[in-house]
T-cell receptor, first 110, second 110 residues
C-alpha cells in the first residue's frame, strides 16, 4: 500500500534561515509526487509537482527514488511562508487519487 | 467560474441525524473527489466520480455514507445516522489533470 510520511508536525525557523520539510514515501510503482500548501483560512492549493521540476515561491523539491524522498526546500524563509504543508503521492490507477502525509506546520519567526 | 464551491461551510448536527453536503466543481472538470480530514491528519480519500459514474470508494466510506453526482456536474455527500466519529472537514476536489480543492465543509456531531 502507498504511504507518505512527514516526520515533523512543526518546523519553526527564523526569517532568512533555510527550510527543509521532509517527506518520505512508499509506493510500488513509479510515483508522482506533489507538495500542497494551506495558508491560514485558505483552501488547500498545489505548490509544486515533481514532474515539472520548477521553483514556486522560491521552493524546490527533488524526487530521490533511491531514498524514496521528496523533501521541500527553500534557501531563505519568509514570514509569508508560514503555513501547513502536505506532501502527497498520486497513484497511477483509474482514480488517480492522492495519498497525503499528515502535514508539517512551518512557522517563520522574526 | 470561481473554482470549487462547497456548501455549507459549517454544519453542527446532533448524533443520529442525517446530513448532506454539496460540491460544485469547476464546470469543465470531469473528475470529482471527496476527501475527509480529521484533526492532525492529512486529507484521506473517500470516493471518486468520473462524470456521473462513481468509480471508486474507500473502505473508509461505510454504508452510512452515500455520494452522488447525478448529471456529472455537482455532487452530494450524505451521511446517515451521524456519529461523533464523523466529525471532520469534508473536502471536495475536481480535476481534469491537476486537482482544485474546495474550502471544505466542517462537520461537528454533538
Amino acid at each position: 500500500a502507498q504511504r507518505v510520511t512527514q516526520p515533523e508536525k512543526l518546523l519553526s525557523v527564523f526569517k532568512g534561515a533555510p527550510v527543509e520539510l521532509k517527506c518520505n514515501y512508499s509506493y510500488s510503482g513509479s510515483p508522482e509526487l506533489f507538495w500542497y500548501v494551506q495558508y491560514s483560512r485558505q483552501r488547500l492549493q498545489l505548490l509544486l509537482r515533481h514532474i515539472s521540476r520548477e521553483s514556486i515561491k522560491g521552493f524546490t523539491a527533488d524526487l530521490n527514488k533511491g531514498e524514496t524522498s521528496f523533501h521541500l526546500k527553500k534557501p531563505f524563509a519568509q514570514e509569508e511562508d508560514s503555513a501547513m504543508y502536505y506532501c502527497a503521492l498520486r497513484d497511477t490507477g483509474t482514480a488517480s487519487k492522492l495519498t497525503f502525509g499528515t502535514g508539517t506546520r512551518l512557522q517563520v519567526t522574526l | 467560474d470561481t473554482g470549487v464551491s462547497q456548501d455549507p461551510r459549517h454544519k453542527i448536527t446532533k448524533r443520529g441525524q442525517n446530513v448532506t453536503f454539496r460540491c460544485d466543481p469547476i464546470s469543465e472538470h470531469n473528475r470529482l473527489y471527496w476527501y475527509r480530514q480529521t484533526l492532525g491528519q492529512g486529507p484521506e480519500f473517500l470516493t471518486y466520480f468520473q462524470n456521473e459514474a462513481q468509480l471508486e470508494k474507500s473502505r473508509l466510506l461505510s454504508d452510512r455514507f452515500s455520494a452522488e453526482r447525478p448529471k456529472g456536474s455537482f455532487s452530494t455527500l450524505e451521511i446517515q445516522r451521524t456519529e461523533q466519529g464523523d466529525s471532520a472537514m469534508y473536502l471536495c476536489a475536481s480535476s481534469s489533470g491537476g486537482y482544485t480543492f474546495g474550502s471544505g465543509t466542517r462537520l461537528t456531531v454533538v
